[in-house]
C-alpha cells in the first residue's frame, strides 16, 4: 500500500513560482510511476507532468519551459519517495487543485503526462495553487 501527501501550494501573484512536493511512502521502489495532475471545478484532471517506472520525463503542452519536475528521489530506510514539481512563470490559468498520483502497471506509466487519470491506482489529498493577476 502506498500513501501520496502533496505540499506546498499557496497563493502567489501572476509571474511568481511555487514548488509543490509529493511524498510517498510505503514504498521505495522505482517500479512505482508518479505523476502530478491538476483540476479545476467543473473540469477532468489533467496531466501536468510525470516520471515514468524508467526515470523519463514529460510534461503537458501547457507547463513546458515554465514547470520542472525533479526529485523521485528514494530513502530505501524510510520507505519513501518524493517528487518535486517547481513552478515558475505562474498564470492565472494555472489556478487549480494538484495532486500526485502513483501506479506500478506499466501500460499506466507508460502514458506519462498524457496519461488518463482514472488509471491511477493511488492518490494523495491534493493542494490548492491559485495565482492572482
Known amino acids: 500500500q502506498v500513501q501520496l501527501a502533496e505540499s506546498g501550494g499557496g497563493s502567489v501573484q501572476d509571474g511568481g513560482s511555487l514548488t509543490l512536493t509529493c511524498v510517498a511512502s510505503?514504498?521505495?521502489?522505482?517500479?512505482?510511476?508518479m505523476v502530478w495532475f491538476r483540476q479545476t471545478p467543473g473540469k477532468e484532471r489533467e496531466g501536468v507532468a510525470a516520471?515514468?517506472?524508467?526515470?523519463?520525463?514529460?510534461?503537458?503542452?501547457?507547463v513546458k519551459g515554465r514547470f520542472t519536475v525533479s526529485g523521485n528521489d528514494a530513502d530505501i530506510n524510510q520507505k519513501t519517495r518524493t517528487l518535486t514539481l517547481q513552478m515558475d512563470s505562474l498564470r492565472p490559468e494555472d489556478t487549480a487543485m494538484y495532486y500526485c498520483?502513483?501506479?506500478?502497471?506499466?501500460?499506466?506509466?507508460?502514458?506519462?503526462?498524457?496519461?488518463?487519470?482514472?488509471?491511477?491506482?493511488?492518490w494523495g489529498q491534493g493542494t490548492q495553487v491559485a495565482v492572482t493577476a
Open positions: 510505503g514504498t521505495a521502489h522505482s517500479t512505482y510511476c
Open positions: 498520483a502513483a501506479d506500478r502497471r506499466r501500460f499506466v506509466c507508460d502514458s506519462g503526462a498524457q496519461g488518463s487519470p482514472y488509471n491511477y491506482g493511488y
Open positions: 516520471v515514468d517506472r524508467d526515470g523519463n520525463i514529460s510534461y503537458s503542452e501547457s
